[in-house]
């Protein structure tokens, strides 16, 4: 018996930016989303020398919503791994099409704001430095 076998697999892994706070919203069957946008940066440069920017759309469900909106913040770098869905919908009397990716898992890389605090406090430290072994150099006198 010889029968084809169609493997198909929606599958998307994405890592990029968020461009804003997320937010959660309870619908009225008491579910909880978040609607979230990544954006990623092309990794060429177009006709005019310049990179480029993806903004993903992303729908999160549940405790992955909640935990997303706990814990990062805009400009944070996530890991998002998921599917993609395509709604068709009508307005003004034509058929459009909507794509998103439904993340089945987000993983947090780093936060933009972490970063800041550590450059500030590899600064101040190295600040500290010059200012001990100036100090120092100024006992020695």
Not at 71 to 89: H, N
Request: with cysteine; hydrophobic share 25%.
């Amino acid at each position: 018996m010889n029968e084809e076998v169609d493997i198909m697999l929606n599958q998307t892994v994405i890592v990029g930016r968020l461009v804003e706070d997320p937010k959660v919203q309870e619908l009225e069957s008491g579910k909880k989303v978040s609607n979230i946008t990544v954006a990623i940066p092309r990794s060429y440069k177009n006709a005019q020398g310049e990179y480029e920017t993806d903004f993903v759309d992303c729908v999160l469900w549940s405790g992955v919503a909640e935990n997303t909106a706990e814990y990062c913040k805009k400009g944070d770098l996530l890991g998002i791994k998921g599917r993609v869905e395509t709604d068709l919908y009508e307005k003004d009397g034509k058929t459009h099409k909507s794509t998103k990716i439904v993340a089945e898992k987000i993983t947090f890389l780093s936060s933009k704001n972490r970063e800041d605090e550590v450059e500030h406090e590899k600064h101040d430290k190295s600040s500290e430095k010059k200012n001990n072994k100036n100090k120092s150099q100024d006992k020695e006198k």
